[in-house]
């Protein structure tokens, strides 16, 4: 099957820092990569598209100054989050698609999990 | 704007008894509809999807019909199993590609033995 890894799996980071979460696609090429949001008790909000070699687009609301995303290559996504605030603390799933798998097929990380104190 | 709502859980149910969550939608357009699993420390996993009117989409046991006229697509399977435990998603895509994916608020489900 296809997997998509996260890292770090939690972190934990002062008010005012930024920090940088990794997404990867391990057995794909992953030609778009999306990121959502989810808190407590709650579902996931997408948060952007990333396209490789393309900017992101952002869905309305969401901070594009903030969350910095970079699909650099095929495997790999970035999404930081610039000058962390507590309120920003939540747990953020990246997906992949391959369009070689269908086109509905969209695979999961496990998440990570962001505490800013 | 497009939304999904599930039933509200947590659900407990024996093992070997009917399972059934609900799901409703509004969209504009006509959405494909999915049904995705998350086991503990796992990423979310498809589990079924209907792209289109009366489609039933189907696997591992669990099933579930798209429905425009009452825009629902309710997840069902007779006999639950322990190994079931999960968070289920129901979600909804309008983009041709079915990615961008709008979810619900997940329906965390326990069996017990």
């Known amino acids: 099957g296809a997997v998509v890894s996260q890292h770090p799996s939690w972190v934990i980071c002062k008010s005012g820092t930024s920090v940088k979460i990794e997404c990867r696609s391990l057995d794909f090429q992953a030609t778009t990569m999306f990121w959502y949001r989810q808190f407590p008790k709650q579902s996931l909000m997408l948060m952007a598209t990333s396209n490789e070699g393309s900017k992101a687009t952002y869905e309305q609301g969401v901070e594009k100054d903030k969350f910095l995303i970079n699909h650099a290559s095929l495997t790999l996504s970035t999404l930081t989050v610039t000058s962390a605030h507590p309120e920003d603390s939540s747990f953020y799933i990246c997906s992949a698609r391959d369009p070689a798998r269908g086109p509905y097929e969209q695979y999961f990380g496990p998440g990570t999990r962001l505490t800013v104190t | 704007g497009n939304s999904v709502t599930q039933m509200e859980g947590p659900v407990t149910l024996s093992e070997e008894a009917f399972l059934t969550i609900n799901c409703t939608y509004t969209?504009?357009?006509?959405?494909?509809l999915f049904w995705y699993v998350q086991y503990p420390g796992e990423g979310l996993q498809l589990l079924l999807k209907a792209t289109k009117a009366d489609d039933k989409g189907s696997n591992k046991g669990f099933e579930a019909t798209y429905r425009k006229e009452t825009t629902s697509f309710h997840l069902e399977k007779g006999s639950v199993q322990v190994s079931d435990s999960a968070v289920y998603f129901c979600?909804?895509?309008?983009?041709?590609?079915?990615?961008?994916?709008?979810f619900g608020e997940g329906t965390q489900l326990t069996v017990n033995p």
């Open positions: 979600a909804l895509s309008v983009d041709t590609s079915g990615s961008r994916l709008t």
């Open positions: 969209a504009t357009g006509y959405p494909s």
